[in-house]
Structures are given as C-alpha cells and as structure tokens.
C-alpha cells in the first residue's frame, strides 16, 4: 500500500511533473532542479545543484535578477508570487527561451523564509509566433 501521507509521495510529484521545479534556498543556492528543468534548460542536476541561477538568467538580467530575489527573500513577499508571468531565459545550448514561470516563498513552521520555488514551461514558440505576428497586426490596425 501507498503512503499517501509520506515523503515519497512529495519527492515523486516533484521529480514526475511534466514542469520544470526549481527551489532555491535564502541565498539562491538551487537545492531542487528535477527532470522536467533538466529538458527545459539543458543543465543536468549535477551540473546546478549547490549553484546559483546564472546558468539560466540571460547575462543583461542577472543585477535585476538578484535585486528582486533579495527583496523577496528579505521581505517575505515576491512582486510576482501566485501569478504565472513570462520571463526570458537561457539554454545551456545558448538559445534563447521564453518561459512561463510562477513562483512561491517557502516558509517554515514560524513563517521565515527558507527558499523560493519555482514551476514553468517552455513557451518560446508561443512568444515567438506573437511576435512574428505582430508587424502584419499593425499593418491591418493601420489600414
């Protein structure tokens, strides 16, 4: 029989979910990085766990990066917690990705922060096909 109530149950709806899981701890140290993020950014677990984000944060948005996630942190409260928001990100390949991501702060039992989670998808075709899009959008808008 299933324990529905213990860990495994926790590490298996982590490590199988089709999104990519990213948790991160005070210091943004990446302490979960499951399959689904290994697809989406081409970095084994390996290669980023006991390291930080800058692997997958495009290089021009790495202060911005780090000044909202210390914010956050220190605050208790992200800009964008419990809302899905559209981010660019890198690939170890160095392509170019959008993502679709949401993020939550991670309590302990007293209400300090001890990390962030993150969830996202791949939605670089999506954006790229907007984008493509737009030029006769405007064209038709201007006609």
């Known amino acids: 029989m299933f324990d ?78 419990g809302r899905v928001m559209t981010t660019r990100a890198v690939h170890k390949s160095g392509a170019r990705l959008y993502v679709d991501i949401s993020f939550s702060m991670l309590r302990g039992d007293d209400g300090t922060v001890f990390g962030v989670a993150a969830v996202g998808r791949d939605c670089t075709a999506r954006e790229e096909a907007q984008r493509a899009a737009r030029p006769a959008l405007r064209q038709a808008s201007e006609q």
């Open 4 to 81: 529905w109530n213990g860990p495994a149950i926790h590490r298996a709806v982590v490590e199988q979910m089709n999104e990519a899981v990213i948790v991160v701890d005070r210091e943004g140290i990446v302490r979960i990085w499951n399959a689904s993020a290994e697809a989406l950014f081409g970095h084994s677990s390996g290669e980023m766990l006991g390291g930080g984000l800058e692997a997958i944060v495009p290089e021009r948005l790495w202060q911005a990066h780090d000044t909202g996630f210390r914010r956050a942190v220190d605050s208790g409260h992200a800009k964008h917690a």
